[in-house]
């Protein structure tokens, strides 16, 4: 039998209440999710969720059994974003992800995961990381699978951790609305003609995210705060063989405000148990977000194609 690839629950990118977010989680304990990575990972404004509760929340799913780790931001505009992320980093209970350039300090010389922003598009780059202590590598999205492989080839995987002596992990952005770009600009809040610092957190108001259109009123794009997401989502439940071949261990689902745990048993069920690909993705199709379903980067084609019919 194949490999297990594991299956990771992405942080959730959007801004949900409190309840929604500990309900999303409490269902996340009971599903076949090996790891679950936790945490505000685009907006530090956003503050339903303290620190104490993120670490709360995350001993609640190592008692489930999950590996638990801890992300730090992706975009850090301030000093009160540095000290939340080297408080992040100054925690030894979970492993913590690292968003930008600024925690890879924080976390050197111990165990920590790249996370899809820091920009590793080759082999000496990984390599330059893994000096630093990295033990496992989330692929920035664009990265074809071919391409992945070549980075972290599965036949020698670079090695990592503290004494170089842990093989690095990778893993693939698998399902989910594609995180593309961040800016200093909260779009939301432009978008209501507001201030960012005066938002009155409107996101909040968009469980997936805003949708942007084009002139001829197709899904093209998703407002998320400082963030840019495609419309579409990615989905890579078909590329089991494609996924193993590339190395990946494991694959990162993104969460959505609806029906997760099924898009969890479909992607366990197609990877770890041989189940019908097309028949899984097609119900995933049936409960898309606007915008369908899309392969394209993995494929080394554009984000938006498709290598189905």
Not at 180 to 187: D, E, I, K, Y
Request: hydrophobic share 45%; charged share 20%; with cysteine.
């Amino acid at each position: 039998m194949d490999p297990r690839i594991r299956l990771t629950v992405g942080p959730v990118l959007t801004y949900w209440p409190r309840k929604t977010l500990t309900d999303f989680y409490a269902g996340v304990a009971d599903s076949p999710a090996d790891t679950v990575v936790l945490g505000e990972v685009v907006c530090s404004r956003r503050h339903e969720m303290k620190h104490d509760d993120w670490l709360a929340l995350a001993r609640e799913l190592a008692a489930c059994g999950k590996e638990v780790v801890l992300a730090t931001q992706a975009l850090l505009e301030s000093e009160s974003d540095l000290r939340d992320m080297r408080r992040i980093a100054a925690q030894d209970e979970f492993l913590v992800e690292a968003g930008d350039a600024s925690a890879l300090r924080a976390l050197a010389g111990r165990p920590f995961v790249l996370g899809p922003h820091i920009n590793v598009y080759n082999r000496p780059a990984l390599e330059e990381h893994a000096a630093l202590g990295a033990i496992r590598w989330v692929a920035p999205v664009e990265l074809s699978l071919e391409a992945i492989g070549l980075v972290n080839a599965p036949a020698a995987p670079v090695p990592g951790g503290p004494g170089r002596d842990t093989p690095i992990a990778t893993e693939v952005f698998a399902f989910g609305r594609l995180p593309l770009a961040f800016s200093a600009r909260c779009f939301t809040a432009r978008h209501y003609h507001l201030n960012k610092d005066e938002c009155g957190f409107r996101c909040i108001e968009h469980p997936d995210g805003l949708l942007l259109a084009t002139g001829e009123n197709a899904p093209f794009l998703t407002l998320n705060g400082i963030q840019t997401q495609s419309a579409a989502q990615h989905c890579l439940i078909g590329d089991a063989a494609g996924l193993r071949a590339a190395g990946a261990t494991r694959v990162r689902l993104s969460p959505v405000a609806q029906r997760f745990g099924e898009v969890l048993a479909c992607f366990e069920r197609v990877l770890n148990h041989g189940a019908d690909a097309d028949a899984a993705r097609a119900e995933l199709a049936a409960m898309s977000l606007p915008g369908g379903l899309v392969d394209g980067f993995a494929h080394r084609r554009p984000g938006l194609a498709r290598s189905w019919t």
